[in-house]
T-cell receptor, first 112, second 112 residues
Framework: DGGITQSPKYLFRKEGQNVTLSCEQNLNHDAMYWYRQDPGQGLRLIYYSQIVNDFQKGDIAEGYSVSREKKESFPLTVTSAQKNPTAFYLCASGQGAYNEQFFGPGTRLTVL | QQQVKQSPQSLIVQKGGISIINCAYENTAFDYFPWYQQFPGKGPALLIAIRPDVSEKKEGRFTISFNKSAKQFSLHIMDSQPGDSATYFC???????????FGTGTRLKVLA
């Protein structure tokens, strides 16, 4: 069953804590992405990675960090430096001539 | 120049009617234009996509119309059904990049 999995589905964090969101794909896609979605808003790119051991900042990278040690995995850490981390986080992977992106089910992070 | 402007923000359509969502862009170099469908609490799903050398693409009840001279593209949902009620995002790809520029989304509600 190919696809993208994100865990956990819901995550609660206290202020000042770092938290890591998991993203795994078995589509054998080279590129992976993290987006943030706020209520009623579009998708904002946090980080993306074109290949293993390489990644680039997106439009809103401050307060976030990533790693890409394996092709199938692209975890996102939301650090305490992120001032407003409560949001819906979406992971995606992409492949092909136009790098069509396919999204995971999302993780909803709430800071208490 | 890297923006994609999507309208309307929300749309209410009667069952069986036609839903039309529009997107406009400035960068004539964009080379791929997908549409995504997102249900509440889920990740976006790729619905249909078009290249700029094609004026129209149809998949079932979903059609993309592309007007290169006007720098606009539209999603038409024929015979709209209550199950089509979702948020729709358009996107555009700058050439040679791994990133997409997303519209802000249209919340569609189809009344039974």
């Amino acid at each position: 069953d190919g696809g993208i999995t994100q865990s956990p589905k819901y995550l609660f964090r206290k202020e000042g804590q770092n938290v890591t969101l998991s993203c795994e794909q078995n589509l054998n896609h080279d590129a992976m992405y993290w987006y943030r979605q706020d209520p009623g808003q579009g998708l904002r790119l946090i980080y993306y990675s074109q290949i293993v051991n390489d990644f680039q900042k997106g439009d809103i990278a401050e307060g976030y960090s990533v790693s890409r040690e394996k092709k199938e995995s692209f975890p996102l850490t939301v650090t305490s430096a992120q001032k407003n981390p409560t949001a819906f986080y979406l992971c995606a992977s992409g492949q092909g001539a136009y790098n069509e992106q396919f999204f995971g089910p999302g993780t909803r992070l709430t800071v208490l | 120049q890297q923006q994609v402007k999507q309208s309307p923000q929300s749309l209410i359509v009667q069952k069986g009617g036609i839903s039309i969502i529009n997107c406009a862009y400035e960068n004539t170099a964009f080379d791929y234009f997908p549409w995504y469908q997102q249900f509440p609490g889920k990740g976006p799903a790729l619905l249909i996509a078009i290249r700029p050398d094609v004026s129209e693409k149809k998949e079932g009840r979903f059609t993309i119309s592309f007007n290169k001279s006007a720098k606009q593209f539209s999603l038409h949902i024929m015979d709209s059904q209550p199950g089509d009620s979702a948020t729709y995002f358009c996107a555009a790809r700058p050439p040679g990049t791994y990133k997409y520029i997303f519209g802000t989304g249209t919340r569609l509600k189809v009344l039974a």
